[in-house]
């Protein structure tokens, strides 16, 4: 077991030097300065992993590859994104870096209404608040058929909710939704993120299961191939949000994921945190 810290480059106000020095020895990070799907060049690889290793710390661990939307939407132009993917999980065995993290969340990835939501401990933490994130989705980002993803409770709740909300807690929730998550590969606006979302009008679980197969069959034997070993994240949270599909959230899923290719590159991240969300996700069975 290795105590790992995740880390956002150069950019991140949580520095090397503070990582080692809370007595982590790993880094989980990515390139995350491209996110277009193009590969990873390997000298961008070996200079991040030197930047590391610098501060006497090991990139152990890589989180995200980003899967391209064309990918998950099964478009024409997968075959291409497919490609410069496996380019990357190359590049990287070549540096030495095996262990690689990606997810199959459309859209938008880990989902949080509150990054610094207060404890009674005094410290912070982040937090889903379920009627804060209705309460956006149906009456500010005013998403086509919202209403229907949720009970009439729910939906008297969430216009209570935004009635009590400031015009600056309902933008702050709106940056942390869609405008500005760490993880997030792309910013959207209001606009932005309908156009998105109208890209899987036509994708249920269904269509976007057998997307993940496809990717599965074609990323999972070149990292058997060279050594690396894929585990793919739950969704985050692991139902739907923005009346998205989401494939990656159960027991069942992860079962059809390992059974889809059966190889000892096709492995899962058994996050705790994400699978534990559903009461139906028995975690020690």
């Given at each position: 077991m290795e105590q790992c810290w995740r880390w956002y480059g150069p950019d991140d106000p949580v520095t090397l030097d503070h990582i080692k020095q809370a007595g982590a020895t790993g880094i989980v990070t990515a390139l995350h300065n491209i996110y277009d799907g193009s590969a990873w060049p390997l000298d961008t690889i070996l200079e991040r992993k030197r930047i590391i290793e610098a501060a006497g710390l090991t990139w152990s661990v890589v989180e995200s590859i980003p899967v391209h939307n064309s990918i998950k939407i099964g478009a024409a132009e997968r075959q291409r994104y497919a490609g410069w993917y496996k380019d990357t999980i190359r590049a990287l065995a070549k540096a030495g870096i095996s262990t690689i993290c990606y997810n199959f969340m459309p859209v938008?990835?880990?989902?949080?209404?509150?990054?610094?939501?207060?404890?009674?401990?005094?410290?912070?933490?982040?937090?889903?608040?379920?009627?804060?994130?209705?309460?956006?989705?149906?009456?500010?980002?005013?998403?086509?058929?919202?209403?229907?993803?949720?009970?009439p409770a729910r939906l008297k709740e969430a216009e209570a909710r935004l009635k009590s909300l400031s015009d600056e807690q309902i933008e702050k929730v709106e940056r942390n939704l869609i405008a500005g998550l760490p993880a997030t590969e792309r910013k959207y606006n209001r606009d932005t993120m309908r156009d998105a979302l109208a890209d899987y009008d036509a994708i249920g679980p269904a269509e976007l299961r057998a997307n993940l197969a496809w990717f599965l069959s074609e990323i999972i034997p070149v990292a058997e191939e060279v050594g690396a070993r894929m585990c793919i994240h739950p969704d985050d949270p692991p139902f739907s949000l923005f009346g998205l599909p989401r494939v990656v959230s159960t027991a069942a899923d992860a079962r059809f994921i390992l059974e889809t290719v059966d190889s000892p590159a096709n492995g899962l991240t058994f996050c705790t945190g994400s699978y534990g969300v559903r009461a139906d996700n028995d975690l020690v069975a």
């Open positions: 938008v990835d880990w989902t949080r209404t509150d990054l610094m939501y207060r404890l009674p401990t005094t410290g912070y933490a982040l937090r889903f608040d379920a009627i804060d994130f209705a309460a956006y989705d149906v009456f500010v980002l005013k998403r086509k058929n919202a209403e229907a993803s949720y009970s």
